[in-house]
């Protein structure tokens, strides 16, 4: 069975780090694009970052280019997301998804097949 658990989020003051985790069991982390995407409350989900599987290339929306940093955890089977100084517009709750085909453009949702359940991260003072 193909899961994917978010793990990592919470309250953290502006400009503050936080490491997002997400923990993939029913096939290989490796062999899948895989991504982050976030939605807040009143807006449209949103593509944070992606790993492309056949080369290891990321990417990164243009919002958090520079702040944050996504990789990959082949052993663990594990993708992270660390997110540093943080800004209020980060607070959403964060999903991971995965894709077995190839990924045309990577911060469309519909591309990926397998999504997690979603982490809260709220930006605040």
């Known amino acids: 069975q193909v899961q994917l658990v978010e793990s990592g989020g919470g309250l953290v003051q502006p400009g503050g780090s936080l490491r997002l985790s997400c923990a993939a069991s029913?096939?290989?982390?490796?062999?899948?694009?895989i991504g982050w995407f976030r939605q807040a409350p009143g807006k449209k989900r949103e593509g944070v970052s992606c790993i492309r599987s056949s080369d290891g290339r990321t990417y990164y929306a243009d919002s958090v280019k520079g702040r944050f940093t996504v990789s990959r955890d082949n052993a663990k089977n594990t993708l992270y997301l660390q997110m540093n100084t943080l800004k209020p517009d980060d607070t959403a709750i964060y999903y991971c998804?995965?894709?077995?085909?190839?990924?045309?453009?990577?911060?469309?949702?519909?591309?990926?097949?397998?999504w997690g359940q979603g982490t809260q991260v709220t930006v605040s003072s």
């Open positions: 998804a995965a894709s077995r085909a190839p990924i045309n453009i990577w911060y469309v949702g519909e591309e990926y097949e397998y």
């Open positions: 029913g096939f290989a982390l490796d062999y899948y694009a």
